[in-house]
């Protein structure tokens, strides 16, 4: 039985539907990833799953439960550090934990998960005083004080620098050594590359593409190219005729093919069968990024249109 099992959810605000049909679900023990722009419906996608927002549509199951009709049950197993957290500013780091962990029948010791987590400098600093990464460790330490067997993450590094971010994403890597299923919603390309065992790729509220990140390259992109330098002089059009070759570009003696395929192996046996020596070779190979432009016709960091929902 999949952890997270969600079946043709629909979600519709002043007649548009925010979450358009989703189906997906989540395996135990792994890095499940939601990528895709602001407001492409993750964040949706998830509150709805996990029981704080009413579907309008579809069928939830998490851990076979349903989230609105057994909250409660759910609740002790799921761990949420949710992108917009409203926290009381004057409270404690140690009583904010101690707060949330009375919320649970079985939970962790807080004084040992502070320390875990690098909280023990600033255990008696209020929220409000906090930096942002020593935030993002409270929000994770809050998610984790119940001992869930899911934690869902909502935009976890947004506003982070590049070395809290990775400092974030070695603590989810340990979440999931502990065992702990985790939902991953992210706009970051490198860090679903990274953490993320599958992901589902969301665009105005549909799934779009659902694969491991490096399937995704391989199942939509596959665009790749081969660089090199000519020592002779090379017709265009014996390269441009190879299978898959979809671009040829000479500029003096610098050579670039793009296309898709094993183009070093058809380039070299071309140029060798015309003598045209060569050397520099370099390859590129697509990324996510080009998978997720291919799939959605945006680049990530594009926010979805804004639409007159009157």
Known sequence: MAVVEIDHLTKVYRGRA????????????????????????????????????????????????????????????????????????????????RMYRSFYHDGLDPGELIERLGLGTVRDSRYDQLSGGEGQRLSIALALVGRPRLAVLDELTTGLDSVAR????????????????????????????????RVAVLDAGKVVALDTPAGLVRQVS???????????????????????????????????????GDLVTQVTTTLVRHAVPATDFRTTTATLDDAFLQLTGHELGEPEPTRDLS
């Open 18 to 97: 925010v979450v358009d049909d989703v189906s997906l679900a989540v395996e135990s023990g792994e890095i499940f990833g939601l990528l895709g722009r602001n407001g492409a419906g993750k964040s949706t996608t998830v509150e709805a799953a996990i029981g704080l927002r009413e579907p309008d549509g579809g069928r939830v199951r998490v851990f076979g439960l349903d989230p609105r009709r057994e909250r409660a049950r759910v609740q002790q197993a799921v761990g949420v550090q949710l992108q917009a957290t409203h926290l009381h500013m004057s409270l404690t780091v140690t009583e904010l934990i």
């Open 166 to 197: 990775r400092s974030m994403w070695s603590l989810i890597e340990e979440m999931r050594a502990d065992g702990i299923t985790i939902v991953l919603v992210s706009h970051f390309m490198e860090e679903v590359e990274r953490l993320c065992d």
């Open 222 to 260: 596959g665009v790749g190219g081969v660089s090199f330098r000519a020592h002779a002089p090379l017709d265009p059009s014996v390269l441009a005729g190879l299978p898959g070759v979809e671009d040829v570009l000479i500029d003096g003696d610098q050579v670039r093919v793009s296309g898709r």
